[in-house]
């Protein structure tokens, strides 16, 4: 395994800094955000762009891993998260089309994985929005596929706010969808697993890695605290709005003891991204270090 971090929280960081900055202190990996250059969005860290993947030739792709190389750095895989079975054509289509662009970044890059949403339109049931996803993902996996790339779809419900109520922006969230995915795509598509999203909906962390740990292609760590008091306002129907609260690695619910070892059991030895939306670390450049830094001395006795 390798220890490292999304670059996300940077926006503002050149992506050589990040690497130069994350290898000093023990990071061996990054995940780089790779979202339109040109993008704004509300979500936070959803507009991070560490590589202009629409003007990258293959020359300057491999420069970049040899760059990063030399700081003993590896690329674990190009990371971004739209939406694309968003319910506006104009909106899907976009996020598509850069959805491509990105996975023929990897491919020139020689990084062979892809990390995103397989999406949802939040209005409509997941068992609709899986017939969308058949209709839409084929040509998606097909252009991964001609690329040399595997695409890792997140286990993310992303339900954070109202404007994602009721269904959430992503589907591959459970296990009952989890089969569909690797029995129509398995082999060219796996998982980016995320154990926080799995505690607030009360599924049991290492009875899912033992099912689903050989399709496990990316490991995000980030961690979730269930805020007692808003679950008691708000009740668990509300799906987790005003009570699931993003944490590091350490400071949730998550027994990382145990999410390691069932990790190993089940075989995986890739990547370990430490995922940072921890608000408590938020604010300055530096509180944004000092989160990634809490999280590797929780984690690293565990990544061998």
């Given at each position: ?238 799906a987790g709005i005003g009570w699931q609260v993003p944490r590091m690695p350490g400071l949730g619910e998550v027994d990382w003891s145990q999410f390691f070892s069932a990790l190993y ?40």
């Open positions: 395994m390798k220890l490292g971090l999304l670059t996300a929280p940077f926006p503002d960081v050149s992506l050589e800094n990040v690497a130069t900055w994350a290898s000093s202190v023990g990071f061996e990996a990054v995940e780089i955000a790779c979202w339109p250059k040109s993008a704004g969005s509300s979500r936070r860290y959803a507009g991070t762009s560490h590589i202009d993947v629409a003007s990258l030739s293959a020359s300057e792709g491999r420069e970049i891993v040899a760059a990063l190389g030399e700081k003993d750095i590896t690329v674990s895989g190009l990371g971004y998260y739209p939406n694309p079975l968003h319910p506006d054509a104009a909106h899907r289509e976009a996020v598509i089309a850069h959805l491509k662009q990105v996975i023929v970044a990897a491919g020139r890059m020689g990084v062979g994985l892809v990390n995103t949403f397989i999406g949802s339109d939040a209005s409509k049931t997941v068992d609709a929005n899986w017939d969308e996803a058949l209709k839409v993902w084929p040509d998606i996996v097909a252009h991964a596929r001609d690329n040399g790339v595997r695409l890792a779809f997140e286990n993310c419900p992303m339900i954070f706010s109202h404007d994602e109520w009721p269904g959430g922006h992503n589907i591959a969230y459970s296990p009952r969808i989890w089969r569909r995915i690797l029995e129509a795509w398995g082999g060219d598509v796996g998982m980016n697993f995320d154990p926080s999203h799995l505690v607030w909906q009360m599924i049991d962390i290492a009875r899912f890695i033992g099912e689903f740990g050989p399709a496990m292609l990316h490991v995000h760590a980030k961690d979730l605290m269930i805020d007692r008091e808003g679950l008691y306002e708000n009740g668990i129907l509300s059991r089940a075989g995986y030895d890739g990547p370990v991204i430490i995922e940072h939306e921890d608000r408590r670390f938020e604010g300055s450049e530096e509180k944004v270090k000092r989160g990634f830094l809490l999280a590797r001395d929780v984690l690293r006795p565990y990544v061998k």
